[in-house]
């Protein structure tokens, strides 16, 4: 494993060719955008369909402590380096942490045993200057959890992994049941897109914000009304947005107390800000507020980049039954 002055000699040192596949990353520094497109009535116009293509990784690894970004040339050598370990025909498919780490410590391939798709895909992925998708606290790292945190964290990976042989449907993890895979999925990018597709609508008095992942639709009322009553709850919470300038920020409360990958409390508050920082790129930032669930409150910030692909459905549901029934049904095998 590299030290970061290791690393950082290491990359430095590298002759570099800038390919195209590294070019993105050279222009990946987000600049303010000259000129955005806007509605009618004068706010940014974010109407269209997003991606997430960046390999980010969601924690800010050891090697890079310290170092938010990196520069252009240490990011095009870890481009190169990521191309070469996915293109040699052994590795594996990786999502976007792994791919990042395998190119960081420079491995000759990567392999995992969960891997289902092409390696091939995942070189549509992009690595940028940014060393974490954490903005706060700085250091790039999820807060600690309290006590209560990591029983519910602890709770939904058991549901995931089935070892908690669940009586019912409820004991299932909600994305093994194709109800949902959380609000928001900061830190689920697979292969370029995946999980990584959106889809914004605006209206004079609501936002329409679409998730491709498991068809999550959630709708922002911009009218200035208050939130539902706390006893009326949902999988995606209660929302009401409001402008800051350019930036649409979105307040969320009233989520459902169920089994969570990030195992939120219901007292979970979400705050969310999308920005057009240019006709192209939009800055989508999430702050994760939960005393019973993180010791402190923290930030993350996702780029997506405008697309002219059309979003598919996310055929899950479809097999809904069919998981149900096998999980539970080799569960009350295992009793018997």
């Known amino acids: 494993m590299f030290s970061r002055l290791t690393l950082t000699i290491s ?38 369909n997003w991606v ?24 095009a050598e870890l481009n190169r380096r990521a191309k070469k370990i996915f293109e040699n025909g052994t590795s594996d498919a990786a999502a976007a942490d792994a791919f990042f780490l395998a190119a ?18 995942v070189l549509e992925l992009i690595i940028d200057n940014r060393t974490s998708l954490i903005t706060d606290p700085p250091d790039g790292k999820l807060p600690a959890y309290t006590e209560a945190g990591q029983r519910r964290r602890a709770a939904y990976g058991r549901a995931r992994a089935g070892t908690s042989h669940p009586s019912g449907p409820a004991e299932v993890a909600p994305g093994d049941r194709c109800i ?40 922002f009322p911009t009218d ?21 300038g350019d930036t649409l920020v979105v307040d969320t409360t009233n989520f459902k107390e169920e089994l969570d990958s990030f195992g939120v409390s219901k007292n979970f508050h979400l705050i969310e800000r999308l920005t057009l920082v240019s ?12 005393p019973d669930t993180w010791v402190k409150p923290w930030t993350a910030m996702i780029r997506l980049l405008r697309t002219d692909e059309q979003l598919h459905e996310f055929a899950c549901h479809e097999g809904n039954e069919v998981i149900m029934q096998t999980i539970l049904a080799g569960d009350r095998q295992n009793e018997r």
Do not use: C
Request: aromatic share 10%.
């Open 52 to 75: 997430n293509k960046f390999a980010t990784p969601f924690e800010r690894p050891k090697e890079l402590e310290g170092r938010p970004t990196l520069s252009d040339e240490e990011v």
């Open 224 to 244: 200035g009304s208050a939130h539902l009553p706390t006893d009326v709850r949902s999988w995606s919470g209660d929302s009401r947005a409001h402008w800051e």
């Open 11 to 48: 990359l430095l040192a590298v002759a570099l060719t800038v390919s195209a596949r590294a070019q993105p990353a050279a222009a990946s520094k987000i600049r303010a955008a000259k000129a955005i497109p806007r509605t009618k009535d004068g706010h940014p116009d974010m109407q269209g």
């Open 180 to 219: 949902t895979f959380g609000v928001p999925r900061v830190n689920g990018v697979y292969a370029a897109g995946m999980y990584g597709y959106y889809q914004i609508v605006q209206a004079r008095d609501q936002v329409l914000f679409f998730t491709e992942s498991i068809h999550d639709t959630r709708i």
């Open 279 to 290: 006709p192209d790129e939009l800055r989508y930032e999430t702050t994760f507020d939960d």
């Open 104 to 121: 960081l410590r420079n491995q000759k391939e990567y392999k995992s045993g969960g891997a289902t798709d092409s390696a091939e895909r």
